[in-house]
């Protein structure tokens, strides 16, 4: 079976959008292409729904991880597994709209990419009393597109530079989001360089993706998108707060730091100490920025520090430091200030204005970074 590309699809617990995700690739344009699924040790019975409702479909293939080992290394597996040129990304609770994945792979191939940045999304708005159904392509009055990439918009396909240090510029400052939903990849790439998402399960992609960035030979940024990320009210509500997801997350930054060391041994740009220092430095404020923080703010940094599991965690990877650094930690966790919570009613009213204004004029409404 020749296979243009392979969509990896990591799968945990997410029963009830998986066959939306499924069907959203199965319905392409690009017909030459496989649905790669990697059960994560569901508990919720996805893995015996895809087989009820993939099984006979030869171009879904399924499997099952021996433990649970989070999105990266589901991921890891389906690669592996994969027979496409090239690689795509979906997530169990997304969608895509039919042409994405042929005007992706049309692109590579015109202009022999081996990494394609697609630097637009659609996303479900995030407002209060927006109630989604699944079916988000007959949703599309809940659906604004979105640009990931900060700076000018893309108006025409564009080749990054080979210069390592500009790409790692124009990374740093946000020009090249991280997230893999909106890239495409030629498999030789990963599997020449050894290119491996890390056992993490925070910023995995992030890192998947720097090993990408500083790699590739031809990067090719284009305008567009057509992924939908599926973000509703249940997905804001960040559920109960305890001790130990405030540590399981600053366990994570150690890891990132140890993954990172790892990645460095491969290329010789990347461990260049100053070059090693910027990107553990940016990784570590992203999960600081958008991770902890809202998490030691919801629990409360008194909460945090009278735990027992927090002491025991300091100790054990700090030793006779741990004293001092938890110090440290908590001085300057208590000095933030509070973060507003991810759903504002007066910004989402301002949002909900805005979006039916362009649209009364005819216009695509994109919410963009700053």
Same mark, same amino acid.
């Given at each position: 079976? +020749? ?73 890891? #597996? ?154 509703? +009210? ?58 902890? #923080? ?26 006779? +430091? ?29 949002? #909900? ?18």
């Amino acid at each position: 079976m +020749n296979v243009d590309v392979s969509v990896v699809m990591p799968l945990y617990n997410a029963k009830n959008y998986l066959k939306y995700a499924v069907d959203s690739v199965l319905n392409q344009t690009l017909k030459s292409i496989e649905v790669v699924i990697v059960d994560d040790c569901s508990t919720d019975g996805s893995l015996d729904l895809c087989r009820e409702l993939y099984g006979n479909d030869p171009r879904v293939r399924l499997f099952r991880q021996d433990k649970n080992g989070g999105p990266g290394a589901a991921r890891n #597996r389906a690669i592996a597994e994969a027979r496409g040129e090239y690689i795509a990304f979906i997530d169990s609770d997304d969608e895509m709209l039919p042409d994405n994945l042929r005007r992706m792979f049309e692109t590579a191939k015109k202009h022999d990419a081996d990494f394609l940045h697609n630097n637009q999304i659609r996303v479900t708005l995030m407002l209060e009393d927006c109630q989604l159904s699944p079916e988000l392509l007959n949703e599309q009055d809940n659906i604004v597109t979105c640009q990931l990439d900060s700076g000018p918009s893309l108006t025409a396909v564009e080749l990054l530079t080979q210069d390592l240090a500009q790409r790692l510029a124009l990374w740093k400052e946000g020009r090249l989001q991280w997230s893999v939903c909106n890239k495409m990849i030629r498999r030789s790439l990963i599997l020449d360089n050894g290119l491996f998402f890390p056992s993490t399960k925070l910023a995995e992609d992030t890192m998947f993706c720097l090993q990408c960035l500083l790699t590739a030979k031809n990067y090719v940024l284009m305008p567009g998108g057509w992924y939908i990320v599926r973000r509703d +009210n249940a997905s804001l509500t960040r559920g109960t707060v305890t001790p130990d997801k405030a540590i399981n997350i600053i366990k994570a930054q150690l890891q990132v730091v140890k993954n990172l060391q790892a990645i460095a041994e491969n290329i010789p740009f990347l461990k260049e100490q100053a070059n090693f220092s910027t990107v553990v430095n940016m990784i570590l404020k992203n999960i600081e920025d958008f991770s902890l #923080r809202f998490t030691i703010q919801d629990l409360g940094t008194g909460n945090l520090r009278k735990s027992e599991i927090t002491s025991e965690f300091f100790r054990s990877a700090f030793g006779e +430091n741990s004293p001092y650094v938890e110090f440290l930690f908590f001085q300057l966790h208590e000095t933030y200030p509070e973060i507003p919570k991810p759903v504002d009613t007066e910004a989402s009213e301002k949002l #909900r204005q805005a979006i039916k204004a362009a649209r009364a004029e005819g216009k695509e409404f994109v919410l963009k970074k700053d």
